[in-house]
């Protein structure tokens, strides 16, 4: 909260702010979301998709974005695939944590995301090298992501 308050100038420029989760349980991020939304709606707000999510509502209405988070098999499942399908169909901004491989990359690209993220591949430049090398660098969601532009800030 402190690090929004010192940013809050900067409102209009953020993408958006991922709520806290719990990773792997839907239904209790989106009780951890219920809590922190009041605190947060002067921003835009990311809810995190978890597994399990394809049974419960999201609030659309309430969010600018939804990402993608939830455990490895969750992410590579048609439910996450759906979620993303669903997010981009009524305008919503998309991003997807934990890209580190060119395969992953490949899937959310082709599926429409706007951003993601990686640890390893913010960490360990051979891993973007592979990712770059399978000539994906010339994509939006690269350039995005990894070309130069101005830099994204994570928050936990």
């Given at each position: ?10 409102r ?5 702010v991922?709520?806290?989760?719990i ?10 979301f ?6 947060l ?13 394809e049974d ?16 490895t ?20 901004h998309?991003?997807v ?8 990359f ?14 390893g ?6 891993m ?7 000539r ?6 690269f ?5 130069g532009?101005d ?6």
């Amino acid at each position: 909260m402190r690090l929004l308050d010192r940013n809050k100038d900067g409102r209009g420029q953020c993408l958006f702010v991922a709520v806290p989760d719990i990773v792997g349980s839907a239904r209790r991020t989106q009780e951890v979301f219920d809590h922190w939304y009041g605190q947060l709606s002067l921003w835009p707000i990311a809810l995190v998709a978890q597994d399990g999510i394809e049974d419960l509502p999201i609030p659309w209405e309430l969010i600018a974005a939804i990402f993608i988070g939830g455990s490895t098999d969750w992410k590579e499942s048609q439910s996450a695939t759906d979620v993303v399908k669903a997010a981009k169909a009524i305008g919503k901004h998309v991003h997807v944590g934990r890209v580190n491989t060119p395969r992953r990359f490949q899937k959310f690209a082709a599926l429409g995301a706007d951003t993601c993220d990686g640890s390893g591949a913010s960490r360990f430049d051979w891993m973007l090298d592979r990712i770059a090398a399978k000539r994906y660098d010339d994509h939006p969601l690269f350039e995005a992501n990894c070309g130069g532009g101005d830099t994204v800030h994570e928050v936990a």
